[in-house]
């Protein structure tokens, strides 16, 4: 017995937590398992960049970033706040079609989507760095241009304000995990999170 149909897994974290990385390893220990990438997304949050303005009356899109942005928490979380629309259209997309899925990307904020996502079988996962020096190490192999050492505190807040906010949402709500991967293999991650995903679903193996 496998996943859930109707299961989805949100990962959140800053650039350099690994959230691409344990996505693929999660995507290889589960076969049906899939990934949201960027360009099966474009639709549905272009759909949701008119759902959002019409609901909230203006005249343009306000806090879209740019991928070469580095973002604050509030920045994230304000983004997250406009593509929520779109992620709850293809939450629902993909929980009708049966695919386990997860999404993953600096834009997923567990604060501002909990309230928003009313449905069953979704996980939170916040991976998180215990240390400037462990992000400073993730991000050495990085573009240097856009992640100098200067940018290392700047990101490592975001981490810590992440962290904190999820942590306490976590207290509430089973659903919910931040994950202190800073110190771990990419095997011992994997594993761990296997172990969270397959309780949190009840699987049996």
């Given at each position: 017995?496998?996943?859930?149909?109707?299961?989805?897994?949100?990962?959140?974290?800053?650039?350099?937590?690994?959230?691409?990385?344990?996505?693929?390893?999660?995507?290889n220990a589960y076969e049906e398992i899939r990934i949201i990438e960027e360009t099966d997304i474009i639709r549905e949050i272009l759909l949701g960049y008119n759902d959002y303005l019409s609901k909230s009356e203006r005249s343009?899109?306000?806090n879209i970033y740019t991928g070469d942005v580095l973002m604050t928490y509030d920045m994230a979380a304000s983004q997250c706040e406009i593509m929520k629309y779109s992620l709850r259209q293809i939450i629902k997309r993909q929980q009708r079609k049966g695919?386990?899925?997860?999404?993953?990307?600096?834009?997923?904020?567990?604060?501002?989507?909990y309230p928003f996502l009313p449905f069953e079988n979704l996980l939170y996962i916040t991976l998180c760095l215990?240390?400037?020096?462990?992000?400073?190490?993730?991000?050495?192999?990085?573009?240097q241009q856009k992640y100098?050492?200067?940018?290392?505190?700047?990101?490592?807040?975001?981490n810590k304000i992440l962290t904190e906010k999820?942590?306490?949402?976590?207290?509430?709500?089973?659903n919910v995990i931040t994950f202190d991967n800073g110190a771990l293999s990419k095997a011992e991650t994997t594993s761990m999170l296997k172990k969270y995903i397959d309780k949190s679903f009840t699987i049996n193996t």
């Open positions: 017995m496998g996943l859930p149909s109707n299961s989805i897994i949100l990962i959140s974290g800053v650039p350099g937590s690994g959230k691409s990385t344990i996505s693929y390893e999660l995507l343009k899109i306000e695919i386990p899925t997860i999404i993953n990307g600096v834009h997923i904020v567990p604060e501002i989507l215990g240390s400037e020096a462990e992000l400073r190490n993730r991000l050495q192999t990085r573009n100098s050492k200067d940018s290392v505190p700047f990101l490592y807040l975001a999820t942590t306490q949402l976590s207290k509430e709500h089973t």
